[in-house]
């Protein structure tokens, strides 16, 4: 474990989950990752976004945020949509760098983010596929709960139907969104709790968008589904979300 100088992470999930703005919150940054090749080679932003826009996209590509080099995140870009033949590629990525020789270039964690503004199909077919098939072995998988904060516009919209004055419906609406989040979650917890390859854990994301949101959860979360100790000490000492995680750690160690 002493070789291990980067914490690898692979994030899933549909289009517009908010993946990019996490990885900015979670390695303090506002600009776009640097992305390389997975011989450590530089690819220039102009020819990766021509590549998506062209709908072409490799899983190999490294991002890596400058502001926090000790992290590097791999993107499972258009798995929702995708082929039989991207879904095949995607595992194949999972199989291979879950079990690499090398441990520097093993995925330690997988990130699955589904986002509440599709809160009406929380489960697609997608969802079921994977964790139906992909089996990640020891790599753990954690749920994301993206954009909760999109909960809470039909909070409001429920109490004004119901007539409330603006004030009263916004004053309820907060409630009303936490009562939601928990009700989408427990139903996802039981769709992805019927698969053969269920997630680890779950978490929800509130109000990424804004610069210097807390991701203290995230990181506490995935701390907790390491199984190997040396990952655990790499996570807590490369993540800069939360002090308090480092000294929880440090006194339970």
Request: proline share 3%; glycine share 8%.
């Amino acid at each position: 474990m002493k070789k291990i100088h980067r914490f690898r992470v692979l994030v899933m999930g549909r289009a517009n989950a908010g993946k990019t703005t996490i990885l900015q919150r979670v390695c303090n940054s506002t600009e776009n990752p640097e992305i390389f090749d997975g011989k450590g080679n530089k690819i220039d932003g102009d020819v990766v976004q021509g590549t998506l826009k062209r709908g072409v996209h490799k899983i190999e590509h490294e991002l890596v945020f400058c502001s926090n080099p000790g992290f590097v995140f791999h993107d499972s870009c258009g798995f929702e949509a995708g082929s039989t033949r991207q879904f095949d590629e995607m595992r194949k990525f999972v199989v291979d760098h879950g079990a690499m020789t090398r441990v520097n270039e093993r995925i330690h964690a997988i990130w699955f983010c589904i986002p509440m503004t599709d809160y009406h199909r929380t489960v697609t077919a997608a969802e079921k596929k994977f964790f139906n098939e992909c089996d990640t072995g020891h790599v753990p998988v954690i749920v994301l709960l993206t954009k909760a904060d999109a909960l809470y516009l039909p909070a409001l919209r429920g109490f004004l139907d119901e007539g409330l004055a603006i004030a009263e419906a916004k004053e309820r609406a907060a409630e009303k969104q936490g009562e939601l989040l928990d009700k989408w979650l427990d139903h996802i917890k039981q769709e992805l709790g019927k698969c053969k390859f269920p997630p680890k854990e779950y978490v929800s994301l509130q109000k990424m968008h804004q610069e210097g949101a807390d991701c203290s959860a995230l990181m506490d979360c995935t701390a907790n589904v390491l199984n190997e100790e040396g990952l655990q000490r790499l996570l807590i000492s490369t993540q800069q979300s939360s002090i308090a995680l480092c000294v929880q750690y440090a006194v339970h160690k």
